[in-house]
C-alpha cells in the first residue's frame, strides 16, 4: 500500500480559514472517489465532504456545508478541502481517504488513509 499523504494543517483563528491537500505519490487520484473525515480524542472518525471520481459531484456533512469545499486539482494530483469561516469546533486531525468502490458517508467505505494533519481553532 501506497500512504495519502495531507498537509496544509495548523492553527487559525475562528473565522480564518485554511486548505488541506491530500496525494499520493504513485496513484492518480481522480481515478479514486476521494473524502475528507475528522476525529477528536474519545470520538469516532467522522464524515466531513466527498467528492466522486472525476470530480463531477460531491456530498458534505451538515455541520461543515456551506463553509467547506473538496476539490480536485489534477495539475498538483491533489485532493483538496478548503476551509472557510472555521470554528472552533472544526479542531480536530484531519483525514483524507480513497475509494476504488465510490463514495461514502463510512470509513469502512474507503481502501487507503493518509496519517491526518492537525487543525485547531481558536476562539
Known amino acids: 500500500q501506497v500512504p495519502l499523504v495531507e498537509s496544509g494543517g495548523g492553527l487559525v483563528q475562528a473565522g480564518g480559514s485554511l486548505k488541506l491537500s491530500c496525494t499520493a505519490s504513485t496513484r492518480t487520484l481522480s481515478t479514486y472517489a476521494m473524502g475528507w473525515f475528522r476525529q477528536v480524542p474519545g470520538k469516532d472518525r467522522a464524515f466531513v465532504a466527498a467528492?466522486?471520481?472525476?470530480?463531477?459531484?460531491?456530498n458534505y456533512a451538515g455541520s461543515v456545508k456551506g463553509r467547506f469545499t473538496i476539490s480536485i486539482n489534477n495539475a498538483e494530483n491533489t485532493v483538496d478541502l478548503q476551509m472557510n469561516n472555521l470554528k472552533p469546533e472544526d479542531t480536530a486531525v484531519y483525514y483524507c481517504?480513497?475509494?476504488?468502490?465510490?463514495?461514502?458517508?463510512?470509513?469502512?467505505?474507503?481502501?487507503?488513509w493518509g496519517q491526518g494533519t492537525q487543525v485547531t481553532v481558536s476562539s
Open positions: 467528492i466522486n471520481r472525476s470530480g463531477g459531484s460531491t
Open positions: 481517504a480513497a475509494s476504488a468502490r465510490g463514495r461514502s458517508y463510512y470509513t469502512e467505505g474507503y481502501d487507503y
